[in-house]
């Protein structure tokens, strides 16, 4: 390491101190050391559920004890006090379907903090608190990080250059908004994911990163190891590079539906993932719930043909029966259509969940979009736990858990946006689409893979379109 970067023993002694660290240069790897030279539990905050599970298990790799620590999302934290303390923090945080305003959130949890009594609880909870990725916090989240740093010692980390959650409100602007508050300490700029794996790529890296922020094109004709370039195509250019590619493996798109289109092309051998609001999920709910049993089932198969390879062909005589009210005469699926007769007469909903684990089954039906696909299990499986609850209530406490808990499983093989991966690390990224991100998508996209790299784009030179 280089004598200039921030030590584990610097960071644990600042009251208020902030980090600059480019992709791969070991921010959850200073967090983790850090914590090794601090007094009882810290609190650890980040923006994804992906970000908690990669905190997570670097945590559990370096060593470090688990009631030493305490992670999750800044989202799930603030939830967690505005909801326990609901008269404090004066605001509504969830509309009448149970959706939390995210608007009220950060100022609800702000409410309950400032309080004497939300004071003294931080305090006696926590001893220290880490915010990682800091670029991506909006001015509402930087507001309840300083209402924290007053309480207890906080050391945040970032890079603007991977700042890519501009969607998501006002993000925090470096100069005016962080470093006067927080003292800077040096920069992290060794390229450790790489050092290992591929110390060529990872200098490569270091020198395209620079020419990102000076806002320049990037050339990828002189290219390092493991590094390969191939001009845009599509069909079978990409089922080959994804079916060849070994180890952990991130297929890279710009469009959620992209993802999932090449995952079902892939015929379930890659996870598509969801985005966090699960909107196709709750598009779903919304329809359920309002529609006649019959309606109910239909579009139970909506929603399981867009989690699953050949399903609506597969069941599309079953289909075309229970539209037209007819009796379905084959031997095939008899017995699923024998459950789909029972619910629509009954309503029980135990029969939708034999419904979904004989659709689970069917011989060469593949599922290329796992969370979406557990969910509908989980929430049905709840629902008759719960009978006095509706789905949508469910699903959100469901969702909510997921954040608190950020317990988000991220699978070998997946295909993703740019802002779900972030702080995931993989050992191929294969860019789908690389001259349709946007810069810093691009630069998050190339970090992704700690041994190969793979870019597709309509030409050997990028020309990032910088503001």
Known sequence: MHKEETTPELLSKQERAVVIAAAGCGKTHLIAETIKYTFGRQLILTHTHAGVHSIRNKLKKLGIKANNYRVETIAGFALRYASAYPVTCSYQIFNEDESVLYENLYSAACNVIKN??????????????????????????????????????????????????????????WDRDVFPVFTKLPDLSTPWRWILANKNMGNWLTQLRNKIIDKESIY??????????????????????????????????????????????????????????????????????????KDQILELFVVS?????????????????????????????????????????????????????????????????????????????????????????????????????????????????????KGLEFNHAILLDADALKPKELYVALTRGSNYLTILSEDRIIRPKYK
């Open 116 to 173: 004497q009594s939300g004071r003294k609880i931080v305090s006696v909870s926590y001893y220290g608190l880490f915010v990682d990725e800091y670029q991506d916090c909006t001015l509402d989240q930087h507001k309840l990080i300083l209402l924290l740093s007053e309480i207890i010692p906080t050391r945040i980390l970032g890079d603007d250059l991977q700042g890519i959650f501009d969607f998501a409100g006002e993000i925090v602007d």
């Open 220 to 293: 990828l004709s002189d290219l390092p190891n493991n590094t390969t370039w191939y001009k845009k195509e599509w069909s079978e250019q990409i089922k080959q590079l994804l079916y060849g590619a070994k180890g952990a493996t991130v297929g890279i798109i710009d469009i959620d539906n992209k993802a999932h289109k090449i995952a079902n092309y892939l015929k379930g051998q890659y996870n598509s993932m969801e985005e966090i609001e699960r909107r196709t999920l709750f598009d779903f709910l919304k329809k359920f719930e309002k529609g006649s049993r």
């Open 305 to 421: 043909t867009k989690c699953m390879t050949k399903l609506g062909s597969e069941l599309k005589t079953i289909i075309n029966c229970v539209e037209n009210n007819r009796t379905f005469r084959g031997n095939k699926h008899q017995g699923l259509f024998k459950n789909i007769e029972n619910y629509i007469q009954t309503g029980h909903i135990p029969l939708i969940i034999e419904i979904l684990k004989y659709i689970g089954t069917i011989e060469g039906v593949k599922v290329y979009r796992k969370e979406l696909w557990e969910d509908l299990r989980k929430l049905f499986s709840s629902l008759t736990l719960n009978p006095e609850e509706n789905l949508i209530s469910l699903a959100r406490k469901q969702i909510e858990m997921y954040s608190i808990k950020g317990c988000r499983q991220v699978y070998n093989k997946t295909i993703s946006r740019p802002f779900l991966i």
